[in-house]
């Protein structure tokens, strides 16, 4: 189990260093990939951060920031407010909808029905979520398999403040990077075949593919937020 950086060991001027190091690589897979470097987003992944270890982030000038669990996104949201941008990026819970909620921009983990309806029963207005895809249908791992999407989108239906923005994947694990192109490359035509399909009632606009050691192949096959943690602690 990763030990989580206390906000002794992370050092502001590394963590911005290291930032920036990631934008270039962004920028340099979006020309390869005839991309604006301004369509994909970095996301933080603060799972191993501790609340104090936050500000060492804040100092760094980092933003978007996601949270796995609902707890520590209470307690960090409590203390920092509005100086992040707050997703959800851990497996969600049904019972823990109506905490996170109120403090998150996005939702990036919905694969389920009943937490569908929770989120609509709970929300004031629509919010934005990403479908959990299992790209390569991994048994027991979270997320819808590609051939069972259309159908869990026609039931989530009937739930109209969840607005289907985009898909999320967690890809098989592999040590190449070029391994897993693939599977980004299937998301990313899901993606095309559901903005046809579902034109007017959802906008698959994002692809949240990605993490610190195959983000810049998630950026050429048009991930449009990338969620990385370790590349920029360092």
Same mark, same amino acid.
């Given at each position: 189990? %990763?030990?989580?950086?206390? #906000? ?19 920028? %340099? ?12 987003? +970095?996301? !933080? ?32 949201? %409590? ?9 959800? +990026?851990? #497996?969600?819970?049904?019972?823990? !909808? ?8 996005? +939702? ?40 069972? !999407? ?24 592999a040590a190449d990077p070029e391994a897993v192109r693939p599977h980004f490359a299937a998301l990313r035509r899901l993606q095309s075949q559901l903005n046809q399909k579902w034109s007017g ?14 983000? !810049?192949? %998630? ?6 937020? +990338? ?8």
């Amino acid at each position: 189990m %990763a030990q989580r950086p206390s #906000h002794e060991t992370l050092d502001p001027h590394l963590i911005r260093a290291n930032f920036s190091r990631v934008k270039d690589e962004v920028a %340099a897979a979006c020309s390869r990939a005839s991309r604006a470097p301004a369509e994909v987003e +970095i996301l !933080v992944a603060t799972k191993y951060v501790t609340t104090e270890g936050m500000e060492s982030l804040a100092q760094a000038g980092i933003i978007l920031v996601g949270e796995n669990r609902a707890q520590d996104l209470a307690a960090k949201q %409590a203390l920092y407010g509005d100086r992040f941008t707050w997703d959800f +990026i851990g #497996h969600l819970q049904s019972n823990k !909808v109506r905490q996170i909620l109120p403090l998150t921009r996005m +939702i990036h983990s919905v694969e389920s029905l009943s937490a569908a309806g929770e989120i609509d029963r709970r929300a004031q207005a629509p919010i934005d979520v990403l479908l959990e895809v299992n790209v390569g249908g991994e048994a027991g791992k979270y997320g819808i398999i590609p051939t069972e !999407v259309d159908r869990f989108l026609e039931e989530a239906s009937r739930y109209p403040k969840v607005n289907f923005a985009g898909l999320m994947t967690m890809p098989p694990l592999a040590a190449d990077p070029e391994a897993v192109r693939p599977h980004f490359a299937a998301l990313r035509r899901l993606q095309s075949q559901l903005n046809q399909k579902w034109s007017g009632s959802h906008d698959f606009r994002h692809l949240s593919m990605g993490t610190s050691g195959d983000y !810049v192949v %998630a950026v050429e096959e048009g991930a449009t937020i +990338i969620r990385v943690g370790s590349v920029v602690f360092g």
